[in-house]
């Protein structure tokens, strides 16, 4: 949920919390509930009626910038307009609680989350009206910049995942699937949902598979429902389940395929009526 106002000296200020019931969604889904005008109707109803949020991150924003279409720009910009206040966007790699249980290390101490600031610029001169046109745009105009920070993302994660290969300890404990001494919870979910990869040898982890983790893991930690592309849907539900056979009390969210649009717009239908009472989540460790 966010919230924008002005201080005495006329500087914005914006809030947002992460309300339940949280949903997240690929890149792929937000173009096509952005495309889909009856998809996008019956979710907006039932994101509203629910009271929850709409989870964005800027890896989402990262992506769009491969779109070359200016009115599919358009489309996701006023869906997220129509969603407005119920949504959240998140530095998934920054921001304390995502991927890293204390966020990225600046060098200053402050954190900056550009999508946001640029939301608080534009509210000023737009008569205060918070709106979410022109910053999909941005990440298409700003292409060669925001395609190259994210390849160089790309690039980072696979390399690490990449390593865990050719560690004979950390193969071993993916094979016993049991929990590691000392194992924080973002290191078991981390570890349920690369499982595969690090037991089979001829798997190849590349920037695509990079891509889709930093979706998964982002919204592992803080959502009840997401929409991934099949085989990350799959990889989501089995790592649930493993983690539930360790022990684990901690519930990941609900996961979804392509083909299960139906069934998602159900589960956010049968969420419980909004009551008025904000239910804030704090992302567990």
């Given at each position: 949920?966010i919230?924008?106002f002005?201080?005495e000296a006329g500087e914005?200020?914006?809030?947002q919390?992460l309300?339940a019931p949280?949903?997240y969604?690929?890149?792929?889904a937000?173009?096509?509930f ?5 998809l ?5 109803a ?22 070359t279409?200016e009115?599919q720009?358009?489309a ?5 307009d129509l ?8 530095d998934f790699?920054?921001?304390?609680g995502f991927?890293?249980r204390h966020?990225?290390?600046t060098?200053?101490?402050k954190?900056?989350?550009l999508?946001?600031?640029e939301?608080a610029d534009?509210?000023?001169?737009n008569?205060?009206r918070l709106t979410?046109?022109?910053l999909v ?5 700003n ?6 920070a994210?390849?160089d993302l ?6 690490t995942v990449n390593?865990?290969k050719?560690?004979?300890a950390?193969?071993a ?7 590691a001494?000392?194992a924080?919870?973002?290191d078991l979910?981390?570890n349920?949902?690369l499982r ?5 040898a ?5 920037p695509?598979d990079?891509?889709d983790?930093v979706?998964?893991m982002?919204?592992?930690?803080s959502?009840e ?12 539900n089995q ?6 056979k360790?022990?684990v ?8 395929a392509p ?5 998602f717009?159900?589960a956010?239908?049968?969420m419980p ?6 239910k804030?989540?704090?992302i567990?460790?």
């Open positions: 949920m919230s924008m002005s201080t914005p200020r914006m809030r919390s309300v949280a949903i969604m690929d890149h792929w937000i173009r096509k952005s495309e889909d005008l009856s996008r109707d019956r979710f907006l039932a994101l509203n009626r629910s009271g929850g949020t709409l989870l964005l991150s800027l890896h989402n924003f990262g992506e769009f910038s491969g779109m279409d009115q720009a358009a996701a910009e006023l869906f997220f969603a407005l206040p119920r949504l959240f966007v998140a790699g920054g921001d304390p991927m890293q966020g990225r290390p060098e200053d101490g954190r900056e989350n999508i946001l600031r939301m534009r509210w000023l001169g008569g205060n979410m046109v022109g745009g941005d990440s298409v105009e292409r060669a910049i925001v395609n190259r994210l390849q790309q690039v980072s994660v696979a390399q390593s865990l050719i560690d004979p950390k193969v404990l993916a094979k016993s699937d049991k929990r001494q000392g924080t919870l973002r979910v981390m349920a949902l595969d990869f690090v037991v089979d001829a798997a190849v982890f590349g695509h990079a891509s983790f979706h998964a982002g919204a592992a930690m959502c429902l997401v929409l991934l592309d099949g085989r990350w849907a799959h990889k989501m790592a649930d389940r493993r983690l539930r360790m022990g009390t901690h519930r990941l969210p609900r996961a979804f083909r299960e649009l139906s069934q717009l159900d956010i239908e049968a009526l909004d009551n008025g009472e904000q804030v989540k704090t567990p460790w």
